[in-house]
Protein backbone atom coordinates (compact mmCIF):
# COMPACT_ATOMS: atom_id res chain seq x y z
CA UNK A 1 0.00 0.00 0.00
CA UNK A 2 1.55 3.31 -0.44
CA UNK A 3 1.60 5.54 2.27
CA UNK A 4 1.07 9.85 1.35
CA UNK A 5 4.91 11.23 1.80
CA UNK A 6 5.46 14.93 2.94
CA UNK A 7 7.16 17.17 -0.02
CA UNK A 8 10.36 18.37 1.77
CA UNK A 9 12.56 21.35 0.98
CA UNK A 10 14.28 19.75 -1.79
CA UNK A 11 11.61 18.44 -3.63
CA UNK A 12 10.32 21.76 -3.19
CA UNK A 13 13.44 23.11 -4.66
CA UNK A 14 13.77 20.89 -7.65
CA UNK A 15 9.83 21.76 -8.88
CA UNK A 16 10.41 25.26 -8.27
CA UNK A 17 13.43 24.91 -11.17
CA UNK A 18 12.53 26.56 -14.68
CA UNK A 19 13.13 23.33 -17.07
CA UNK A 20 14.31 24.26 -20.25
CA UNK A 21 14.02 22.70 -24.11
CA UNK A 22 17.15 21.79 -26.17
CA UNK A 23 16.26 23.65 -28.77
CA UNK A 24 15.93 26.62 -26.44
CA UNK A 25 19.22 25.69 -24.77
CA UNK A 26 21.34 25.32 -28.18
CA UNK A 27 19.22 28.47 -29.81
CA UNK A 28 20.56 30.28 -26.62
CA UNK A 29 24.52 29.15 -27.36
CA UNK A 30 23.70 30.75 -30.68
CA UNK A 31 22.25 34.09 -29.59
CA UNK A 32 25.60 34.51 -27.21
CA UNK A 33 27.63 33.22 -29.65
CA UNK A 34 25.86 36.53 -31.97
CA UNK A 35 26.16 39.01 -29.80
CA UNK A 36 29.97 38.58 -28.51
CA UNK A 37 31.15 37.54 -32.10
CA UNK A 38 33.20 34.76 -30.69
CA UNK A 39 33.62 32.99 -27.54
CA UNK A 40 34.40 34.32 -24.74
CA UNK A 41 34.72 32.86 -21.42
CA UNK A 42 36.06 34.28 -18.50
CA UNK A 43 39.75 34.54 -16.89
CA UNK A 44 39.08 34.39 -13.15
CA UNK A 45 36.79 31.84 -11.28
CA UNK A 46 33.43 33.23 -10.04
CA UNK A 47 33.40 36.61 -12.36
CA UNK A 48 30.99 36.73 -15.73
CA UNK A 49 33.13 39.11 -17.05
CA UNK A 50 36.25 37.96 -19.50
CA UNK A 51 39.01 39.71 -17.55
CA UNK A 52 39.87 42.83 -14.94
CA UNK A 53 40.47 44.84 -18.13
CA UNK A 54 37.48 43.77 -20.36
CA UNK A 55 34.06 43.74 -19.62
CA UNK A 56 32.84 42.03 -22.31
CA UNK A 57 30.23 39.26 -20.63
CA UNK A 58 31.21 35.54 -21.22
CA UNK A 59 28.80 33.55 -23.82
CA UNK A 60 27.68 31.05 -20.89
CA UNK A 61 26.09 33.71 -18.80
CA UNK A 62 24.52 35.58 -21.90
CA UNK A 63 23.47 31.97 -22.87
CA UNK A 64 22.00 31.70 -19.24
CA UNK A 65 20.26 34.69 -19.59
CA UNK A 66 18.53 33.72 -22.75
CA UNK A 67 17.69 30.24 -21.32
CA UNK A 68 16.06 31.40 -17.64
CA UNK A 69 15.27 35.07 -17.64
CA UNK A 70 15.34 38.40 -19.45
CA UNK A 71 16.45 37.64 -22.85
CA UNK A 72 14.74 35.08 -23.95
CA UNK A 73 12.56 37.53 -26.40
CA UNK A 74 15.64 38.11 -27.47
CA UNK A 75 16.28 34.75 -29.67
CA UNK A 76 15.54 34.60 -32.97
CA UNK A 77 14.41 31.78 -35.71
CA UNK A 78 17.77 31.73 -36.83
CA UNK A 79 19.22 31.46 -33.22
CA UNK A 80 16.59 28.52 -33.28
CA UNK A 81 18.21 26.83 -36.54
CA UNK A 82 21.71 27.87 -36.00
CA UNK A 83 21.71 26.15 -32.57
CA UNK A 84 20.01 22.82 -34.33
CA UNK A 85 22.03 22.71 -37.07
CA UNK A 86 25.56 22.63 -34.42
CA UNK A 87 23.56 20.16 -32.26
CA UNK A 88 23.20 18.12 -34.96
CA UNK A 89 26.70 18.31 -36.76
CA UNK A 90 28.39 16.84 -33.18
CA UNK A 91 25.81 14.62 -32.83
CA UNK A 92 27.09 12.65 -35.84
CA UNK A 93 30.81 14.37 -35.50
CA UNK A 94 31.14 12.00 -31.89
CA UNK A 95 29.10 9.19 -33.36
CA UNK A 96 31.48 8.61 -36.03
CA UNK A 97 34.40 9.47 -33.40
CA UNK A 98 33.16 6.25 -30.81
CA UNK A 99 33.67 3.97 -34.04
CA UNK A 100 37.44 4.99 -34.22
CA UNK A 101 38.41 5.62 -30.95
CA UNK A 102 37.51 6.35 -27.02
CA UNK A 103 36.17 9.36 -26.35
CA UNK A 104 37.68 11.72 -24.29
CA UNK A 105 36.21 12.96 -20.95
CA UNK A 106 35.60 16.35 -22.34
CA UNK A 107 33.79 14.38 -25.73
CA UNK A 108 31.97 12.10 -22.90
CA UNK A 109 30.26 15.27 -21.18
CA UNK A 110 29.68 16.34 -24.88
CA UNK A 111 27.90 13.57 -25.87
CA UNK A 112 25.74 13.62 -22.42
CA UNK A 113 24.72 16.98 -23.45
CA UNK A 114 23.66 16.43 -27.28
CA UNK A 115 21.37 14.23 -25.72
CA UNK A 116 19.41 15.76 -22.72
CA UNK A 117 15.93 17.21 -24.15
CA UNK A 118 15.53 19.72 -21.26
CA UNK A 119 17.78 21.57 -19.20
CA UNK A 120 17.73 23.35 -15.43
CA UNK A 121 20.47 25.55 -14.37
CA UNK A 122 22.07 23.05 -12.63
CA UNK A 123 22.87 21.23 -15.34
CA UNK A 124 26.15 23.71 -15.33
CA UNK A 125 28.37 21.94 -16.84
CA UNK A 126 26.48 20.79 -19.85
CA UNK A 127 25.53 24.02 -20.05
CA UNK A 128 29.15 25.55 -20.01
CA UNK A 129 29.64 22.82 -22.96
CA UNK A 130 27.07 23.63 -25.28
CA UNK A 131 28.36 27.20 -24.87
CA UNK A 132 31.27 26.52 -26.69
CA UNK A 133 30.12 24.41 -29.35
CA UNK A 134 28.81 26.78 -31.38
CA UNK A 135 32.07 28.25 -31.95
CA UNK A 136 33.73 25.00 -32.69
CA UNK A 137 30.81 24.27 -35.47
CA UNK A 138 31.49 27.37 -37.37
CA UNK A 139 34.83 26.55 -37.13
CA UNK A 140 34.52 23.28 -38.34
CA UNK A 141 32.49 24.25 -41.29
CA UNK A 142 34.72 27.10 -42.64
CA UNK A 143 37.41 24.34 -42.30
CA UNK A 144 35.70 22.08 -44.61
CA UNK A 145 34.88 24.56 -46.90
CA UNK A 146 38.35 25.07 -46.88
CA UNK A 147 39.04 21.78 -47.76
CA UNK A 148 36.29 21.43 -50.00
CA UNK A 149 37.81 23.75 -52.09
CA UNK A 150 41.13 22.77 -52.29
CA UNK A 151 40.02 18.92 -52.96
CA UNK A 152 42.12 16.64 -50.15
CA UNK A 153 43.40 13.46 -51.55
CA UNK A 154 44.62 10.16 -50.11
CA UNK A 155 48.45 10.00 -49.45
CA UNK A 156 51.68 11.41 -48.13
CA UNK A 157 53.89 14.63 -48.56
CA UNK A 158 57.18 12.49 -48.05
CA UNK A 159 58.50 9.05 -46.48
CA UNK A 160 59.27 9.23 -42.72
CA UNK A 161 62.20 10.85 -41.61
CA UNK A 162 62.84 12.81 -44.50
CA UNK A 163 62.98 16.37 -44.68
CA UNK A 164 60.36 18.25 -46.89
CA UNK A 165 59.62 21.15 -48.63
CA UNK A 166 56.04 22.21 -49.18
CA UNK A 167 53.89 24.75 -50.07
CA UNK A 168 50.41 24.64 -47.91
CA UNK A 169 47.18 26.30 -46.95
CA UNK A 170 46.14 26.48 -43.16
CA UNK A 171 43.15 25.50 -42.29
CA UNK A 172 43.56 25.96 -38.26
CA UNK A 173 45.86 27.29 -35.50
CA UNK A 174 45.17 26.87 -32.04
CA UNK A 175 47.30 28.18 -29.19
CA UNK A 176 48.62 24.95 -27.12
CA UNK A 177 48.89 25.65 -23.60
CA UNK A 178 50.63 22.89 -22.80
CA UNK A 179 53.30 22.89 -25.21
CA UNK A 180 53.48 26.89 -25.30
CA UNK A 181 53.04 26.96 -28.86
CA UNK A 182 50.45 26.63 -31.90
CA UNK A 183 48.98 23.38 -33.53
CA UNK A 184 48.45 23.79 -36.97
CA UNK A 185 46.62 21.86 -39.33
CA UNK A 186 47.10 22.31 -43.40
CA UNK A 187 46.80 21.13 -46.71
CA UNK A 188 49.56 21.38 -49.38
CA UNK A 189 48.97 22.67 -53.11
CA UNK A 190 49.33 18.52 -54.39
CA UNK A 191 46.22 17.95 -51.07
CA UNK A 192 47.85 16.22 -48.92
CA UNK A 193 46.91 16.93 -45.00
CA UNK A 194 49.26 17.75 -42.87
CA UNK A 195 50.03 18.55 -39.18
CA UNK A 196 52.25 19.93 -36.91
CA UNK A 197 53.50 22.74 -34.17
CA UNK A 198 54.79 25.90 -34.93
CA UNK A 199 55.95 28.75 -32.59
CA UNK A 200 54.27 32.21 -34.07
CA UNK A 201 50.41 32.22 -34.91
CA UNK A 202 49.48 31.54 -38.33
CA UNK A 203 46.58 32.75 -40.15
CA UNK A 204 43.31 30.39 -41.79
CA UNK A 205 43.07 30.50 -45.31
CA UNK A 206 47.13 31.85 -45.79
CA UNK A 207 48.85 30.15 -48.00
CA UNK A 208 52.93 29.37 -46.97
CA UNK A 209 55.98 27.22 -47.76
CA UNK A 210 57.34 25.29 -45.26
CA UNK A 211 59.98 22.82 -44.24
CA UNK A 212 59.63 20.63 -41.66
CA UNK A 213 60.57 16.25 -40.97
CA UNK A 214 58.44 13.63 -41.31
CA UNK A 215 57.64 12.39 -37.84
CA UNK A 216 55.16 9.72 -39.10
CA UNK A 217 52.12 8.98 -41.07
CA UNK A 218 48.63 8.91 -39.56
CA UNK A 219 44.80 8.70 -40.74
CA UNK A 220 45.92 9.89 -44.00
CA UNK A 221 47.68 12.77 -42.53
CA UNK A 222 51.21 13.25 -42.51
CA UNK A 223 52.55 14.84 -38.95
CA UNK A 224 56.01 16.78 -39.10
CA UNK A 225 58.05 18.21 -36.80
CA UNK A 226 60.93 21.30 -36.79
CA UNK A 227 58.53 22.56 -39.17
CA UNK A 228 60.16 26.57 -40.18
CA UNK A 229 58.82 28.81 -42.68
CA UNK A 230 60.67 29.11 -46.03
CA UNK A 231 61.84 32.83 -46.62
Partial sequence: MLSYIKPSKMTAK??????????KAWAAAAYAQRINGEYLKPERSGY??????????ANRFIMQKAMFYNLQAELTEQDYLHGEAARNHHSKQLMMTTFKRELSDFERTLTRAVGMECFTETDRQELAVIASQIASYEKQLAEQKLLDQIGPR????????????????VISCNYNTNYNTHSVRAITAE???VQFYFRDRLIAGKTVEFKGT??????????????KKVD
Fill in 14 to 23: IQDLTIVPAA
Fill in 48 to 57: KTVAEDDNRV
Fill in 154 to 169: LGYVAPVGERAQFVAT
Fill in 191 to 193: GFR
Fill in 214 to 227: VKKHLDNTTFLNRV
